[in-house]
């Protein structure tokens, strides 16, 4: 029995066992705050609902890790406008909210064979991470994603104008659980989970970034990924 699958074994373990206590704790939560209660017990139940809510992240990260590692690749050609247009909609509410313009670099010409689930995971996961590290203080906040492609494979880039990384810890940020700081909201598993996908399909990610000028992600994908 080798390590991977025992490692795997685990997290799955965790994460099933773990679900339903943290469901009930979430739940007992909101039955409490119907109830009337002096200022000190509201501020307990919020900040045991922010926790539960945190765990309830890590649990579904550690799910998504194991589905990541297990399905296969299924290489489809896709319309990357189409897949742009996707991420645009699912993040148009933080979007306004933070007030970042998202926009697409794309060829017209550009058709993209690649697989479709893992790629939407690593965009989602880092355009959620540059909204995260917005930069609030600069008038126009922009997000941008590009995509490139030649005989060998396709180039994807997101980049951002938000707070940027320090040099010390651009080495880190592919790193399982690494946050950038103690006010992180994340749990410090998307920039992982997006490598670990470009790394199954036979690509690689690199982070280039300014400390307050802004951040550039980089995935190169091979024409065909590899299997596993």
């Given amino acids: 029995m080798n390590s991977q699958y025992l490692i795997e074994k685990f997290i799955y373990s965790c994460s099933h066992d773990l679900r339903a206590p943290v469901s009930s704790i979430q739940g007992l939560v909101r039955i409490a705050e119907y109830y009337p209660h002096d200022v000190e017990t509201h501020k307990c139940l919020e900040m045991i609902e922010a926790c539960t809510h945190k765990m309830d992240k890590l649990i579904s990260t550690l799910q998504e890790y194991m589905v990541n590692s297990q399905r296969p690749l299924l290489v489809e050609q896709l319309d990357p406008h189409e ?79 938000g707070k940027g990384i320090p040099e010390e810890q651009q080495k880190r940020i592919f790193d399982v659980f690494f946050r950038g700081s103690e006010n992180s909201i994340g749990v410090g598993m998307g920039l992982f989970l997006a490598k670990s996908l470009a790394d199954k399909m036979g690509g690689s990610m690199s982070c280039e970034s300014k400390s307050a000028e802004g951040t550039t992600i980089t995935a190169s994908f091979p024409k065909a990924p590899k299997s596993i």
Avoid at 96 to 104: P, R
């Fill in 83 to 161: 897949i742009f247009q996707g991420i645009r909609s699912e993040f148009k509410n933080q979007l306004d909210a933070c007030k970042i313009d998202l926009i697409s670099d794309v060829p017209s010409s550009v058709v993209w064979g690649i697989d479709k689930y893992s790629t939407l995971r690593i965009l989602k996961h880092l355009v959620s991470n540059s909204i995260s590290f917005h930069d609030s203080q600069k008038k126009e906040r922009k997000i941008i994603i590009r995509l490139d492609s030649n005989e060998l494979g396709y180039k994807l880039e997101v980049y951002d104008n």
